[in-house]
């Protein structure tokens, strides 16, 4: 059970769920492949570099397991980080405004940032998220 299903209050049901996009994978795996080619000619400068991106490998697939975005039918919900966890829980009708910005590879290949701003001076970006138009859409859907 993920924090976003353990902390819904009574009558509240998940709407929408993202994840962070399958981007945050391809440094290390550019690392690791560089490595593999590098066994040709250094076998121990390769193993060196195949470890430096296994290490970034695991780093990515700590914090895409650990990062939860979800839209529910009273609030928005985003936890993020495994030691250190940072999360935002914000009520639909104090959503204000919701940005996504996305370069050229983002409309791509469907990653973007969002930035919501709240009531009170809330104002959170969030990088990397997978289909971040659909979770905008979702958000609007449910604050309607």
């Known amino acids: 059970m993920g924090y976003i299903e353990?902390?819904?209050?009574?009558?509240?049901?998940?709407?929408?769920?993202?994840?962070?996009?399958?981007?945050?994978?391809?440094?290390?795996?550019?690392?690791?492949?560089?490595?593999?080619?590098?066994?040709i000619v250094q076998p121990i400068a390769a193993g060196i570099v195949i470890l430096i991106g296994l290490f970034f490998a695991l780093r990515a697939f700590i914090d895409y397991?650990?990062?939860?975005f979800g839209v529910t039918t009273k609030r928005v919900i985003i936890k993020v980080g495994f030691l250190r966890r940072r999360t935002l829980e914000l009520l639909l009708r104090q959503v204000e405004a919701i940005s996504v910005e996305q370069s050229v590879l983002g409309r791509m290949f469907g990653f973007g940032s969002l930035t919501l701003t709240g009531t009170g001076?809330?104002?959170?970006?969030?990088?990397?998220?997978?289909?971040?138009?659909?979770?905008?859409?979702?958000?609007?859907?449910?604050?309607t």
Do not use: C, M, T
């Open 6 to 39: 353990s902390n819904l209050l009574p009558d509240e049901q998940i709407v929408y769920q993202a994840n962070l996009h399958w981007k945050i994978f391809l440094g290390s795996s550019l690392i690791v492949l560089v490595g593999i080619l590098l066994l």
């Open 65 to 68: 397991k650990s990062s939860e």
């Open 121 to 143: 001076g809330v104002h959170e970006v969030f990088h990397n998220i997978s289909s971040p138009l659909e979770f905008r859409k979702r958000i609007h859907g449910q604050a």
